[in-house]
């Protein structure tokens, strides 16, 4: 505890498509510091899990494979970060509408959880963590330095999402994005287990108009005042 109470952490929470992948990346990148994006390790958890033949609803097998899951996150040239699994790339993989639905279900799954929280706390190295997820304030980093919770409509967060699967040329229906995106909302906030929610001292920002530049900015102001730049 006093080697993660010694190193700042920032966390930046939110649902789905509230640009928090993008903006983690962008503060890691301005600040030199580390970065980890929990909710790929859920994904991760639920691709490992496909590939093994475990049903999502198989509790006790999925909270093994979260425990010892294979994963190098790899920085390459671009904004985007390498996800290798098990020897796999599988940076796109994960990121597909069906994989995030899968993702979701083994996210609200307390074994799994437990098993993913220590893997998750191991991340914090000098000079710093960006936190990206759903519980990363409230859960996973209670103190954090900074705390931050992005949201949008849902109806932005699909049109983002499905000009960034079509971007990468995967098919996608925006109708069945927002639908699915609503339907994970109402999943990840009404969950017994860590419901998506904002920490009671977190930043709220709400993006559904802002450019990402605007948040980023926000954000940095955030830190500035918490001497963390």
């Given amino acids: 505890m006093s080697t993660r109470v010694s190193i700042p952490v920032i966390t930046v929470d939110g649902p789905s498509g509230s640009g928090k992948g993008t903006i983690c990346r962008l503060l890691a990148q301005r600040l030199g510091w580390h970065l980890l994006d929990s909710g790929a390790l859920y994904r991760l958890t639920a691709v490992a899990a496909r590939h093994h033949g475990i049903s999502l609803d198989d509790e006790e097998s999925l909270q093994v494979v979260a425990a010892h899951l294979d994963v190098q996150f790899l920085a390459g040239t671009t904004d985007d970060v390498k996800i290798v699994l098990e020897g796999e790339e599988v940076t796109d993989t994960i990121r597909t509408e069906a994989v995030g639905a899968d993702a979701s279900v083994v996210a609200a799954m ?108 926000v954000v940095l102001d955030e830190a500035k005042h918490k001497g963390l730049r």
């Fill in 110 to 217: 307390a074994p799994v959880r437990q098993a993913l929280l220590q893997r998750q706390r191991d991340f914090v190295a000098a000079p710093g963590l960006i936190a990206d997820g759903r519980d990363m304030g409230t859960v996973i980093f209670p103190e954090a330095c900074l705390k931050v919770y992005l949201d949008a409509s849902a109806e932005e967060r699909g049109s983002r999402r499905y000009k960034q699967l079509i971007s990468k040329g995967l098919s996608a229906s925006l109708e069945d994005i927002v639908l699915d995106l609503k339907a994970r909302d109402a999943r990840d906030m009404n969950r017994s287990v860590s419901p998506l929610k904002p920490a009671p001292d977190a930043v709220i920002l709400d993006t559904t108009k802002m450019t990402i530049e605007e948040v980023l900015e």
